[in-house]
């Protein structure tokens, strides 16, 4: 099974969900989204796959979401753009295979994941 983990390396539930990928003898590719932004096709893919509103996305507590974004209405296609603008709004960490993907927070939505592949 071929899998991509979109990876914070400073976030904790990011690297233990690669370390759970990884005792499971499985090599996901890694994509560090922060220092390679994802584009707007590619997270418009990622919600497909997640099959998610694009809103479940957005880490709503982070700094960056209250101070400037909170509050505001948004448009799909705006929030896919203001993620593309700003990847650390971005949920984390996600796993995705051909044909879902799931955010592994907690850690157990992970290990259903795996368990349904």
């Known amino acids: 099974?071929?899998?991509?983990?979109?990876?914070n390396t400073r976030c904790r539930k990011s690297r233990e969900a690669l370390e759970l990928l990884e005792?499971?003898?499985l090599k996901p590719e890694i994509v560090e989204y922060l220092k390679k932004p994802l584009s707007?096709?590619?997270?418009e893919e990622l919600i497909l796959l997640l099959k998610l509103d694009p809103m479940?996305?957005?880490r709503v507590n982070?700094?960056?979401w209250k101070e400037q974004y909170k509050g505001k209405n948004f448009s799909k296609s705006e929030i896919i753009a203001l993620l593309t603008k700003h990847?650390?709004?971005i949920?984390?960490?996600i796993i995705s295979s051909?044909?879902?993907?799931?955010?592994?927070?907690?850690i157990d939505q992970l290990i259903h994941f795996l368990e349904s592949h």
């Open 98 to 106: 051909s044909t879902n993907a799931v955010i592994g927070r907690p």
């Open 1 to 7: 099974m071929k899998l991509t983990i979109y990876h």
């Open 91 to 93: 949920e984390r960490p």
């Open 40 to 43: 707007e096709k590619q997270i």
């Open 23 to 25: 005792s499971k003898g």
């Open 62 to 64: 982070e700094a960056l």
């Open 87 to 89: 990847p650390k709004l």
């Open 56 to 58: 479940q996305l957005v």
